[in-house]
């Protein structure tokens, strides 16, 4: 069997598939993946989960170190192990990866030669938690595999439509002219969930639509017509909304403030930023979702409080910016998984003619809005690998 191996590594999984090739259908991959599973909790105590292609399930512990760099090295590593160990048959013709950040450079799918990965490394800074690991793992491919062509497809790429207006900061022309400039990410997932809408909202995907993609990494994006028009993240992943480990937008004044009179430099910043803070920063307890809403501390709640209070300010703000709402869609793991969530949101959205179905809601069906409800509210599960996989084939024409 031919197929595509797609390796998604976020801030804190490694998700991994092998998509079958059609042979009946040049550039088309199959619908779902031969095998697939993923390395959870890097960061904390990662496990890795994997279905085989005869179904069995395999749930082991990675043995790593402390680092977050250690760990989605080891986890990789790990997962080698089993693709090889349990699917000794497979041909892998391609290699796809998820990579975060494609800067100005890159609005396309793209063939990843070693010129291209150079250009890649320099926006490592932009993206400290992802870029590496996506890097390191095309790197690794490389040097396992050295015949096989490997593609990058980029969280960025999907908002290149946004309008200009959309994508700049109040900053002076020439640091905009340098590609200082809002770009967006989880471009994959939206780009997928875009794509699965009509059969879930039927018209009202055409329409002002946002997409609210909670995972460790949380961003929500405004489309109109399908396309992105606004996005809550930037330059980087950092801005927009909390989430796991990350503030979010944060008052530029506080980081001067720090940096003045706490001595703070860039590295204890990026570690503040992107680390220590969001649920984790604000429990003191987890950055895990489902530690939060188990937990009976009220600094979970108000973790929890913070976290659906900003994604549902965020939501006023991308309505303004898609000029209406006709349907608000749920997706990533938080989003699909945790139905209290949804539902503070959704209550303090009701001023927008949104009311969710509590039975609904808790069976996380595709539709969760009752019939009263001004706009359709989705759950829609995303599938960042299968466009990976799609886009890979594509792009070589396999
Ligand atoms: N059943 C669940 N209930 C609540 N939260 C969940 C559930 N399953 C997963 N999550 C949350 O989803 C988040 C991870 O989302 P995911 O999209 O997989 O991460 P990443 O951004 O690393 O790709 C974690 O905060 C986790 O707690
Ligand atoms: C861009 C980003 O934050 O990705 P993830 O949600 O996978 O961490
Ligand atoms: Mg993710």
């Known amino acids: 069997m031919k197929a595509v191996l797609v390796l998604n590594a976020g801030s804190s999984s490694l998700k991994f598939a092998l998509y079958p090739l059609e042979a009946s259908n040049s550039g088309r991959v199959a619908a779902a993946p031969a095998v697939s599973g993923q390395v ?10 994997f279905k085989t292609a005869t179904g069995e399930r395999i749930q082991e512990p990675v043995v790593t170190g402390g680092s977050q ?3 989605h090295r080891d986890a990789l590593e790990h997962v080698f192990a089993l693709l090889a ?10 290699a796809g990866h998820r990579i975060v950040h494609g800067g100005e450079h890159y609005s396309a799918p793209t063939r990843l030669e070693e010129s291209v990965l150079r250009t890649l490394d320099a926006f490592v800074p932009l993206a400290p938690l992802h870029q590496p690991h996506n890097l390191r793992a095309v790197r690794a491919v ?16 999907f908002h290149r439509t946004q309008p200009a207006v959309a994508q700049a900061f109040a900053l002076p022309r020439r640091l905009s002219a340098e590609g200082i400039k809002r770009y967006g990410f989880h471009g994959l997932s939206y780009d997928y969930v875009a ?3 009509p059969e879930v909202v039927g018209e009202r995907a055409r329409g002002a639509v946002v997409i609210a993609h909670l995972g460790n990494g949380a961003s929500m994006c405004a489309l109109r017509d399908g396309r992105s028009v606004a996005s809550t ?3 980087t992943a950092v801005e927009g909304l909390m989430m796991g480990t990350r503030t979010g937008s944060l008052d530029p004044g506080v980081m001067l403030y720090l ?6 430099d860039a590295k204890a910043l990026t570690s503040l930023l992107y680390k220590e803070s969001g649920l984790l920063g604000v429990s003191g307890i987890s950055q895990d979702m489902r530690t939060l809403l188990a937990s009976d501390a009220p600094e979970a709640k108000e973790a929890v409080d913070l976290f659906c209070y900003r994604i549902a300010r965020e939501l006023g703000s991308l309505a303004a910016a898609a000029g209406g709402l006709d349907a608000l869609v749920f997706t990533g793991g938080i989003g699909e998984h945790a139905a209290p969530v949804r539902e503070k949101v959704a209550a303090l959205a009701a001023w927008m003619g949104i009311e969710v179905d509590p039975a609904a809601n808790a069976d996380h069906a595709r539709r969760i809005d009752t019939a009263a409800s001004r706009v359709a509210v989705a759950v829609v599960p995303t599938n960042e690998e299968r466009m990976i996989a799609r886009y890979t084939a594509e792009t070589l024409g396999l």
């Open 142 to 157: 490389a040097g396992l595999m050295p015949q096989v062509p490997q593609v990058g497809c980029f969280d960025t790429a």
């Open 85 to 94: 160990r349990h699917n000794p048959t497979v041909d892998i013709v391609a």
């Open 195 to 197: 794509r699965q809408l």
């Open 259 to 264: 940096m003045e009179q706490k001595g703070m």
């Open 69 to 71: 760099a250690e760990q």
């Open 40 to 49: 959870e909790g890097i960061g904390a105590r990662p496990e890795v989960s």
């Open 233 to 235: 993240m930037g330059f």
